[in-house]
Structures are given as structure tokens and as C-alpha cells.
């Protein structure tokens, strides 16, 4: 009777647990199967490779999902302690991916309702193997993890030394169901979640493709795309809790800041592809491997199309787990109030600058987009004037050399004139009071614009960054305005002439800008 009792009132029902442990807390295949390869790193792995396969059962259960790696695999008393909830040896540990020991069977059970893990320590050794099934556990036939048996390798092992295979079977709660689609979302996640230990020599394979590293932060030179810059970092000593500042760890912030100029003109579904579009946010990583991504520490600052254009990662160690709040999951964070007020002003101002700067240079790509009607129609009709002369003066060489960043910008158009002069118009401010200057190199033609010069600021200026048609018709008719008179200077040939030329712009310009200036 009483252990009929004991039973029916035990502090866990397991079959009604287990049941519930399947929604707890798992966004999706990729976090649970990040899971998997926690373990494979902790034990050492270099090489996991993930089979995802068809079932012998394809109708209700169409995919067999299994992790194999080449870590220290586990004796037996090790393994009956991993497929337990709870049931770690690193139980709380704080020096590496794992902590709480719900990771196994948890990740497992969220996806499938049947893992099956083979382990073997040695090539000449025994293979382990020992599994749970959700069926046999809520018939009451299955009350504690089998004992493992000696079995002969699976066939889908390699012949590594040591290793663990990891199969999930009746998957039934998987994202996908096409195996094409599972491997490709795969590929994905788990190149950004590990990309610090795919950098570090780690191999990881999705039916025997390699998973490429994805930075969001786009910097790394070994990564899936890069071509951002580092905008900033610093480092902050943080208490694990604020009443006992005693036990701390350091946390680790770096912003990057993505090229504008070269990206801003990729089109919609190229962004989205690469991960510019929606891509706003910090990336969260811990111990190398990436568990959360959103809008943190970030203070009163909402979110922006302008802030997909910077990034943000912070690096800690499991020491801080709790001033973070990392779930059992190790895929969400919770921080703190003493570690959000340790962070969130610089990384507030910080976030806020960088929108700034975004919001300038996508300024400035418009601008220089909207002199490209008037350079193209230039550049059309350059062949029909007088030829200009081949070779570059002194004058020439001292202004191209102050236009270097602005002349690295592709052309805007291709007119289709291959002996043509590409005109091109900049605005920069240069030494002189000149409301414009020229340069003549090889093929191009520059006009330089001075946007310090009233005429620029008063009336040049509203024209550029007007929406209406009729201002951008004006626009462009100053624009050939000015292109024909500096070319017709740079058609003049004697030194004194030059001069006088030069002069009378000059005089021009300082007599425009007096009469603009009241």
C-alpha cells in the first residue's frame, strides 16, 4: 500500500514531466540540436557532423536527425547520467558550455520521441549504447534510463578513436519536414551560433557540407561576408550579483559599423540574404557560442531602419550567467538591473552615434545618386566637343589627390561610350573660396563643388535634397552650367591664359558669395 502510495504522490510524474519538458523552452530543431553540439565541444570534439536522413517510417515521422562527433565519449555510468533530466556530472559547473544537465534529454525530447546515443572511448573499445523512448515512459515501462549494452558501431559512424552518436527518431516536432529545408536553415543557425569556434579550427558538417561561420557583426575575414569596420569596444568588470562584489567576470562590447556607401545600393533580396535588413540588434555570446540576439542595454533608444547598419556583440563567461538570466536552454537572456545599468549608457550613446553616421551616409549615397542624370547626359555628349587635353596638369594632380574617398565609389551609370570622358560631380570643400574647381584625370572629368559656398548652401543645397521633379530639372541644368564652364577652362592651353581663367573664377565666386551674404 504504501508504495502504491508513494507512487501515486510522488514529487515528479514523470510520464505527465517529461510530457511538459517537450515545450520547455526550445525556439525551434536549431536551438535543440546547438544543444547536442554544447556537448560535443565539452567533450572535446573538433569534428561534429550532422545526418539528416529519411525514415523508414515517412509518412507520420518522415526524418531521422542524428549528431555524431569525435569527443572522449562516455563509460557507462556517464552516459546513464547525461539521459537523465538533471542528471549532469558538470551540474552548475561555470568553466564551459554546460551547466544545468537537462541539456540531452531536454533538446531531445523537444524534437523527437526517441534518442538513441551510441558513445565509444577508445577505436578497439566497446560501443555504448542507451536511449529514451516518450512511448515506453508514459506506459510506465521505462522508469529509469536503461542500462547500456555493448552494441557494434553503427554504420553511419566514422572510424574516429573516440566519439558519440546522437539519434533522434519518430521525429515529430522538427521545423521542417523536407529534408532540403532542414539542412538549409541548419546551416545557417548554427554557422552564426558557433562561428567562434568554426574560426578556431571546429569543423561542422550538415549531411557532409560544411557549416559556413556567419558574423553579424561582418568583420571576421573568415566569414560567410564580411566588409564591415569596428567602430568601437570596451570592457566592464561586473559583479555575478550586486550584493557581493567579490566574485566578478569581465564582459567584453565591440560595435561594427557596415559600409553604407558600397551596400546601401544591393537590392531588397539581396540585404535580406545577407543579413543587412532586420538584422538590427546585439548579439549575445557566451563562452564563444552565441545564445541570444535582440535589443539590449540599449536604454531608451528604439529601433530604427537606420540601425540595421551597425552591429553589436557582447562576450562573456559563464561566471556571470546570472547577472545575464541564461535559461536552462542557453538560448534567451534575462539581465539584471545592476548589469543593465553597468552597460546600457555607453552602449546607448554609442548606438545612438552610429545611427547618426548611418543616417549621413545614406544622405550622402542619395545626394551623390542624384548627380548622376546630369553626369550621364554629360558624358553622352562629350564626344561631340572639342577633345580635352590628354594630359594632366599640376592643378589636376593636387585636387585629385584631396578626392580619393570620395572618387572610390563606383559609377552610377554606364553610358555606353567606351572612348568617352565619365563625368563625374563631388562636393568637397577645398582650400579656395571657389564656388567650384575641376580635375582632368585619364578619363574622368571632375567637378568639385564647394558646400561651404553660400550659393551651395542657400540655393544648391535645397535643389539636391528636394523630392520635387521641377527642383531636380533646375538642379541639373546648374549642374551642366557648371560642368560646361569648368570645361571650358580646362581647354585652355597657355599658362597666362590659365591664370587669368583662374583668377576671373575666383573673383566670380568671392562676388556671388558677397552678394548671397547680404
Known amino acids: 500500500m504504501k508504495n502504491s502510495e508513494e507512487r501515486e504522490f510522488s514529487i515528479v510524474a514523470v510520464d505527465k514531466f517529461i510530457q511538459a519538458t517537450r515545450d520547455s523552452g526550445y525556439t525551434g530543431t536549431a536551438s535543440a540540436v546547438a544543444e547536442l553540439i554544447d556537448n560535443s565541444l565539452q567533450a572535446g570534439a573538433t569534428v561534429i557532423k550532422l545526418s539528416i536522413s529519411a525514415s523508414d517510417e515517412e509518412g507520420q515521422y518522415p526524418i531521422i536527425l542524428a ?15 547525461a539521459l537523465r533530466f538533471g542528471g549532469s556530472t558538470r551540474f552548475n559547473r561555470r568553466d564551459g558550455l554546460g551547466r544545468y544537465g537537462m ?7 523537444s524534437q523527437a520521441q526517441r534518442v538513441t546515443v551510441h558513445t565509444w572511448r577508445s577505436r578497439g573499445g566497446p560501443v555504448l549504447c542507451s536511449y529514451l523512448d516518450l512511448d515506453e515512459i508514459a506506459a510506465g515501462e521505462l522508469t529509469a534510463v536503461p542500462v547500456p549494452l555493448s552494441v557494434s558501431k553503427p554504420t553511419f559512424v566514422n572510424g574516429y578513436d573516440s566519439g558519440t552518436a546522437v539519434t533522434w527518431s519518430r521525429c515529430d516536432r522538427l521545423d521542417n519536414r523536407r529534408i532540403s529545408t532542414l539542412v538549409r536553415k541548419l546551416q545557417f543557425s548554427l554557422g552564426r551560433r558557433f562561428r567562434h569556434f568554426l574560426w578556431g579550427g571546429v569543423t561542422i558538417t550538415v549531411n557532409s557540407d560544411p557549416v559556413q561561420p556567419i558574423d553579424p557583426l561582418f568583420l571576421h575575414p573568415l566569414a560567410l561576408v564580411n566588409g564591415a569596420t569596428e567602430h568601437s569596444s570596451f570592457e566592464r568588470e561586473i559583479a555575478v550579483s550586486p550584493g557581493d562584489p567579490s566574485v566578478t567576470g569581465i564582459v ?31 548579439s549575445i555570446v557566451r563562452a564563444g557560442r552565441e545564445v541570444d540576439y535582440g535589443w539590449f542595454f540599449l536604454g531608451g533608444k528604439r529601433r530604427e531602419n537606420y ?4 552591429r553589436c556583440e557582447i562576450q562573456f563567461d559563464p561566471v556571470l550567467d546570472e547577472a545575464f538570466g541564461i535559461t536552462h536552454t542557453k538560448q534567451q537572456i534575462r ?16 548606438a545612438r552615434a552610429l545611427n547618426s553616421r548611418a543616417r549621413k551616409a545614406h544622405l550622402s549615397v542619395k545626394i551623390s545618386e542624384r548627380f548622376s542624370s546630369s553626369e550621364k547626359r554629360a558624358s553622352e555628349k562629350d564626344g561631340l566637343l572639342t577633345p580635352l587635353p590628354a594630359k594632366p596638369r599640376p592643378h589636376d594632380r593636387l585636387v585629385l589627390e584631396s578626392l580619393k574617398k570620395e572618387l572610390s565609389r563606383p559609377p552610377q551609370t554606364n553610358h555606353g561610350h567606351d572612348e568617352s570622358i565619365e563625368y563625374r560631380i563631388v562636393p568637397k570643400a577645398l582650400s579656395d573660396t571657389c564656388f567650384f574647381n575641376y580635375a582632368r584625370a585619364e578619363s574622368k ?5 564647394n558646400p561651404d559656398h ?11 535634397e528636394s523630392e520635387d521633379q521641377r527642383d531636380a530639372a533646375m538642379r541639373t541644368s546648374i549642374d551642366l552650367l557648371l560642368l560646361s564652364a569648368a570645361r571650358a577652362e580646362a581647354l585652355i592651353e597657355g599658362k597666362d591664359e590659365l591664370n587669368v581663367a583662374e583668377q576671373f573664377r575666383t573673383d566670380w565666386s568671392d562676388t556671388l558669395a558677397t552678394f548671397l551674404n547680404g
Request: aromatic fraction near 10%; proline fraction near 6%.
Open 335 to 350: 539581465p539584471r538591473s545592476h548589469l543593465i545599468e553597468a552597460l546600457a549608457g555607453d552602449m546607448e550613446s554609442t
Open 67 to 81: 549528431v555524431i562527433d569525435n569527443g572522449s565519449g562516455m563509460d557507462q555510468h556517464t552516459l546513464r547520467t
Open 454 to 464: 553660400p550659393f551651395y548652401r542657400f540655393v544648391y543645397k535645397p535643389l539636391l
Open 445 to 449: 572629368f571632375v567637378l568639385v563643388l
Open 252 to 282: 567584453r562590447v565591440r560595435f561594427s559599423e557596415l559600409p553604407v556607401a558600397d551596400w546601401s545600393r544591393l537590392c531588397n533580396h539581396e540585404k535580406r540574404e545577407i543579413g543587412i535588413a532586420k538584422g538590427a540588434g546585439v
Open 103 to 109: 541539456g540531452l534529454p531536454n533538446s531531445s525530447m
Open 307 to 310: 540601425d540595421d547598419w551597425w
